[in-house]
């Protein structure tokens, strides 16, 4: 398997601009979560899916956030408009709960680094 | 709420030395435990788990034994290599999925 796929791998963009990042995640992976990473607030759970549903979003930082997943192979994170502050790595995982209840395995994409001037 | 606590970063240690990394939690029920590890410019990793009280996860030399009458899952190493070097994440998991992840430990090992 390919694993999580995330693109772009790196954006800059300018104050104000619209950013989209994307997620593939693995095939038959009933749950997809964003992730955010910064050195100041560490690893933030911002949105997950369970079969393409949201189930909680109370971590996205504000209304410029917002989260799709029209299908069960692609999702969006989207900011608009950006800002300086949104600066960071954006981390999309993928799990599957074929194994039971217990022990869900996350498994990461490669990230997406985010810089907004 | 369920909850991590690791113990702060970051720890710089020699080759071969011994590593611990203390990871204490807060959880209603009976949690799994995992460790994830992030080595630089790339995503997070599951390193080992374990799903039940008792049991002991182990890979690449590193191993964590799930207390639950202390409500820990330490990580140990017996020879740290300098490509050990790495942030290592203590996480959760209560139900539906979700993990709930430490605050994360830098790991620096030197030659």
């Known amino acids: 398997d390919a694993g999580v796929i995330q693109s772009p791998r790196h954006e800059v963009t300018e104050m104000g601009q619209e950013v989209t990042l994307r997620c593939k995640p693995i095939?038959?992976?009933?749950?997809l979560f964003w992730y955010r990473q910064t050195m100041m607030r560490g690893l933030e759970l911002l949105i997950y899916?369970?079969?393409?549903?949201?189930?909680?979003d109370s971590g996205m930082p504000e209304d410029r956030f917002s989260a799709k997943m029209p299908n069960a192979s692609f999702s969006t994170l989207k900011i608009q408009p950006s800002e300086p502050r949104d600066s960071a790595v954006y981390f999309c995982?993928?799990?599957?709960?074929?194994?039971?209840?217990?022990?869900?395995?996350?498994?990461f994409g490669p990230g997406t680094r985010l810089t907004v001037l | 709420g369920d909850s991590v606590t690791q113990m702060e970063g970051p720890v710089t240690l020699s080759e071969e030395a011994f590593l611990t990394i203390n990871c204490t939690y807060t959880?209603?029920?009976?949690?799994?435990l995992f460790w994830y590890v992030q080595y630089p410019g790339e995503g997070l990793q599951l390193l080992l788990k374990?799903?039940?009280?008792?049991d002991k996860g182990s890979n690449k030399g590193f191993e964590a034994t799930y207390r639950k009458e202390t409500t820990s899952f330490h990580l140990e190493k017996g020879s740290v290599q300098v490509s050990d070097s790495a942030v290592y994440f203590c996480?959760?998991?209560?139900?539906?999925?979700?993990?709930?992840f430490g605050q994360g430990t830098e790991l620096s090992v030197k030659p």
């Open positions: 899916f369970n079969n393409n549903v949201p189930i909680d």
């Open positions: 095939s038959g992976h009933d749950y």
């Open positions: 374990a799903t039940k009280a008792d």
């Open positions: 996480a959760l998991s209560n139900q539906g999925g979700k993990l709930i």
């Open positions: 959880a209603t029920g009976y949690p799994s």
């Open positions: 995982a993928s799990s599957n709960t074929f194994s039971g209840p217990k022990g869900y395995t996350q498994y």
